[in-house]
Nanobody, 123 residues
Framework: QGQLVESGGGSVQAGGSLRLSCAAS????????MGWFRQAPGKEREGVAG???????SYADSVKGRFTISRDNAKNTMYLQMNSLKPEDTGMYYC?????????????????WGQGTQVTVSS
């Protein structure tokens, strides 16, 4: 059974940075497409960034140029470096895995989900 565990969330002031990690276990991680999603209170969950099995990234327009997604297949871990954070980036951040390769943040399905890590950005 696949498992994803996020870490690295916290509270920062606007303009600050955080690095989220997502550790995967229980499946052949390197062949999966991976992604980060977030959900703010009262809002629908939205895709933030994705990375396919070949390491190609995709980003939501709202985070492009500020966030960087990466993966280390040797460590079965995905990362999200978040810079120049804004209050509107506040939310619960979830990592997800799609067992199909080559998926973007807009085309992937969350076959596995982590429990989430909270990110709070104050103005």
């Amino acid at each position: 059974q696949g498992q994803l565990v996020e870490s690295g969330g916290g509270s920062v002031q606007a303009g600050g940075s955080l690095r989220l990690s997502c550790a995967a276990s229980g499946y052949t991680y390197s062949s999966f497409s991976m992604g980060w999603f977030r959900q703010a209170p009262g809002k629908e969950r939205e895709g933030v960034a994705g990375i396919d099995s070949d390491g190609r990234p995709s980003y939501a327009d709202s985070v492009k140029g500020r966030f960087t997604i990466s993966r280390d297949n040797a460590k079965n871990t995905m990362y999200l470096q978040m810079n120049s954070l804004k209050p509107e980036d506040t939310g619960m951040y979830y990592c997800a895995a799609d067992w199909r390769p080559g998926r973007t943040i807009w085309t992937m399905t969350g076959h596995y989900w982590g429990q989430g890590t909270q990110v709070t950005v104050s103005s």
